[in-house]
C-alpha cells in the first residue's frame, strides 16, 4: 500500500521516471556487447556447419604425408583465387603458425588465437574489416592442426554501436528516449495546475463552484484540490450567512421606517403642514433610500456571482443608449454615442447594464447641455467613455468620489438628493466583472469616466 502511495505522489513519480531512464540507457550499454560485432561471439549454426564442410574437404585433400608448410601455402594459394575474400590460417596444437607470410604481419590472427583455441566451440571476433573465425580442425600431412578463417567485413556496424561509439550521438539518443517520458512527467504536473489556476480564476471573478476534478492527479495536487473545493463551500456558506443577514437588516430597518413616515403622514393630517413635520419625513425617506442602496451595494459584493452568461455589448447596453438620448432631449440636452457591437462578455447582466446606465444618467443630470458616450476595442479589452460639459470634480476628489457615502465639495449629490453610493455601487459591479472604472477632467470641461471591461475568449 505504501508503494502505491510513493508512485501516486508527485516526487515518486519524479524519482521513478529519472531512474527508469537511467536504467533504460543502462540497459542499452549491457546490451551493447551482444550486438557488437568487435566482441567475441559464437557463430551461427549454418555458418559453422559450411566452415566445418570446408575443413572436411581440405582434410581430404591434404591429409596425405608431406611438407606441412608446404600444404598450408597450397591452401592459402588456391584461396586467393577466390578474389581476396576470405582467407585461411593454420595452426598447430601449440598455437605456432603455419603460414609463413602470415607470422610477422597478421596482429588480428595471433590476438584471435589467444582468445579462442577451443574447436569444439568455434567463435568469431571482428577487427577492423576483417572477421575471424575459428578454430575448427583439420588434418594436413598426417597432423592435426586447427584452422582459422578470416573474410572481409562489410557489413555495417550496428545502429546502437555506432550510437555508443559516439559520445554525442549518445547523448542525444538519451535525450530522445527520455522526452516521451519527460513530456508525460509535464503532462501530469501541468494539467492539475492548470485545473487550479482556471479554479483560482473563476473564484477571483466571483464563480464560488466547486471542481470535483481537482481532486485527481498526484497525491499532492488531489490534496490541494480538495483543501480548495473546502474553502469555496466555505466561502459559499459564509455568503449565505451574510444573505441572511442583509435581508434580517433589510426587514428589521425598514420596518421602524415605514412606521415613522406613518406617524409623520398622521400627523400632519391632524396638525396641518408644518416645517418640522416636513423635515421628519423628508429625512426618513432620504434614510430609506440610503438604506436601500446601501443593501444593494452589499447584495452587489456577495450576488455577483450568480447569474453570469455570456452576452455582447450591442443587446447589453443599445436600448439604454436610446432611452437615454431621448431623456437627454426632454431636458433639452443633446447625447451622442458610437453603436457598441456584438463585442462578446461573460457577466451579469443586469450589474452590467445597472453600471454603464448611472454613469450615462449621471453625465445627463450634471452636464450642462452635451454628452457624449463612445465605444471601443484594443487587444480584447473594452473601453467605454462618458463625457459631459457640466461643472466637473476637482482633481483632488477624481479618486474619493467612488468611495461609499463620498460627497465632493460642491456637494451637488446632496442638493441633488443624492446619497453618494451611486458610484460606488457602479465601481463595485465593474470590478467584479474584472474591469475598471477612472474618473478624469473632460476635453469637454465637464467629468470623464472610462470604464474597461475585458472580453470573453470563450
Known amino acids: ?47 559453422i556447419a559450411r566452415m566445418k564442410e570446408a575443413a572436411n574437404s581440405i582434410s ?18 588456391h584461396s586467393h583465387k577466390k578474389k581476396g575474400m576470405f582467407k585461411l590460417y593454420f595452426t598447430s596444437k601449440k598455437g605456432e603458425l603455419l603460414n609463413s607470410q602470415e607470422r610477422n604481419r597478421s596482429k588480428a590472427l595471433r590476438n584471435f588465437i589467444t582468445v579462442s583455441d577451443d574447436p569444439v566451440q568455434p567463435k568469431q571476433k571482428l577487427y577492423g574489416r576483417w572477421m575471424m573465425a575459428g578454430p575448427f580442425e583439420v588434418r594436413l600431412a598426417e597432423q592435426d592442426v586447427l584452422m582459422y578463417v578470416g573474410r572481409l567485413w562489410r557489413e555495417p556496424p550496428p545502429f546502437l554501436i555506432k550510437i555508443l561509439d559516439r559520445p554525442f550521438q549518445l547523448l542525444l539518443v538519451t535525450m530522445l528516449v527520455s522526452t ?3 513530456l508525460w512527467l509535464a503532462w501530469a504536473l501541468s494539467q492539475p495546475a492548470r485545473r487550479l489556476q482556471q479554479a483560482a480564476t473563476r473564484v477571483a471573478q466571483g464563480q464560488f463552484e466547486t471542481d470535483p476534478n481537482l481532486e485527481k492527479g498526484t497525491s499532492e495536487f488531489r490534496h490541494a484540490g480538495a483543501s480548495f473545493n473546502q474553502m469555496v463551500q466555505a466561502l459559499n456558506t459564509m455568503i449565505s450567512g451574510q444573505q441572511r443577514l442583509l435581508s434580517d437588516i433589510s426587514h428589521e430597518l425598514r420596518s421602524p421606517l415605514t412606521r415613522l413616515r406613518m406617524a409623520t403622514a398622521l400627523a400632519t393630517r391632524k396638525q396641518g403642514e408644518s416645517s418640522e413635520l416636513s423635515r421628519i419625513d423628508t429625512e426618513a425617506e432620504r434614510l430609506e433610500k440610503m438604506i436601500s442602496e446601501l443593501l444593494e451595494l452589499s447584495r452587489m459584493q456577495i450576488n455577483s456571482h450568480q447569474d453570469r452568461q455570456k452576452i455582447d455589448a450591442h443587446t447589453l447596453w443599445f436600448n439604454i443608449l436610446d432611452d437615454a438620448q ?7 440636452k443633446k447625447l451622442s454615442y458610437s453603436e457598441p457591437k456584438t ?20 453625465a445627463i443630470r450634471y452636464g450642462n447641455d452635451r454628452i457624449e458616450v463612445n465605444f471601443s476595442e484594443l487587444n480584447n479589452q473594452l473601453t467605454i467613455s462618458v463625457d459631459d460639459n457640466g461643472e466637473g470634480v476637482p482633481e483632488s476628489e477624481l479618486e474619493d468620489i467612488f468611495r461609499p457615502f463620498y460627497r465632493v465639495s460642491t456637494a451637488r449629490d446632496r442638493s441633488s438628493g443624492g446619497t453618494g453610493l451611486g458610484l460606488a455601487i457602479t465601481e463595485n459591479a465593474i470590478r467584479q466583472h474584472s474591469g475598471t472604472i477612472a474618473a478624469s477632467k473632460s476635453p469637454l470641461g465637464g467629468l470623464k469616466m472610462t470604464i474597461t471591461l475585458p472580453l470573453s475568449n470563450d
Open 180 to 182: 516521451p517520458l519527460l
Open 1 to 47: 500500500m505504501r508503494r502505491l502511495r510513493f508512485f501516486s505522489s508527485l516526487y515518486g513519480r519524479i524519482f521513478a521516471i529519472f531512474w527508469l531512464t537511467l536504467l533504460l540507457v543502462l540497459l542499452a550499454v549491457l546490451a551493447a556487447p551482444h550486438f557488437d560485432p568487435r566482441a567475441q561471439h559464437t557463430i551461427a549454426p549454418e555458418h
Open 60 to 77: 581430404e585433400q591434404y591429409q596425405g604425408p608431406g611438407d606441412i608448410y608446404q600444404k598450408v601455402q597450397q591452401i592459402t594459394e
Open 326 to 332: 431621448f431623456e437627454a432631449e426632454q431636458s433639452g
Open 343 to 362: 463585442w462578446p462578455l461573460m457577466g451579469n447582466p443586469n450589474l452590467l447594464m445597472s453600471a454603464v446606465e448611472n454613469v450615462i444618467r449621471n
